[in-house]
């Protein structure tokens, strides 16, 4: 079955970095665009960022773009985000989700159970 | 940017009844619509995709309808265990924007 794990989420002082990491299994992960979606606590869902099968093609929220980068490794079936000069409005859950196959703008249908990222002085 | 609005924020129902949760889009757009469903502590999960169409193993009571600027999502016969919070998104252009989300509670 489809399983996506995230890693990497912990407390973080504003300007500071994280990388956040998820482990994809039981599908052919290479096939797929892969997507970063975010919740800060006790608010709704914010989509933050997409990355193409093969990796050659991203999209960013214009609220994160310059600061984040969304990359993947097929030949380990991982997916990163690497969060740079980061705010406490970047604090939420950030759940890694899987996207279409061949697709970059799809609906989202597996998701992680998410990783907390908390931004705070 | 594509904005999305739900209504209502807030939804009162009981189990049986017949219930409708609508999302507007700022720009009209064919069907690249999906509605997820939430609950507290839960990573959110697909009910329907491309507007209308049924997401594998989810209860035929979900239907979806709508294209253009307004998105429907109907649940035929609200059960206990749909008592959580909906939200809209559209994929037709990036950033792919979620709606602020419709908390359907129980009466």
């Known amino acids: 079955q489809v399983q996506l794990v995230e890693s990497g989420g912990g407390v973080v002082q504003p300007g500071g970095s994280l990388r956040l990491s998820c482990a994809a299994s039981g599908f052919t992960f290479s096939s797929y665009g892969m997507h970063w979606v975010r919740q800060a606590p006790g608010k709704g869902l914010e989509w933050v960022t997409v990355i193409s099968y093969d990796g050659n093609d991203q999209n960013y929220v214009d609220s994160v773009r310059g600061r984040f980068t969304i990359s993947r490794d097929n030949s380990k079936n991982k997916l990163y985000l690497q969060m740079n000069s980061l705010k406490v409005e970047d604090t939420a859950v950030y759940y890694c989700?899987?996207?279409?196959?061949?697709?970059?703008?799809?609906?989202?249908?597996?998701w992680g159970q998410g990783t907390l990222v908390t931004v705070s002085p | 940017d594509i904005q999305m609005t739900q209504s209502p924020s807030i939804l009162s129902a009981s189990v049986g009844d017949r219930v409708t949760l609508t999302c507007r889009a700022s720009?009209?757009?064919?069907?690249?619509l999906a509605w997820y469903q939430q609950k507290p502590g839960k990573a959110p999960n697909l009910l329907i995709y491309m507007a209308s169409t049924l997401q594998s193993g989810v209860p035929s009571r979900f239907s979806g309808s709508g294209s253009g600027t307004e998105f429907t999502l109907t649940i035929s016969s609200l059960q206990p265990d749909d008592f959580a919070t909906y939200y809209c998104?559209?994929?037709?252009?990036?950033?792919?924007?979620f709606g602020q989300g419709t908390k359907l509670e129980i009466k």
């Open positions: 720009q009209s757009f064919s069907k690249w």
């Open positions: 989700v899987r996207g279409g196959r061949y697709q970059l703008e799809s609906a989202v249908d597996y």
């Open positions: 998104q559209q994929y037709k252009s990036f950033p792919c924007s």
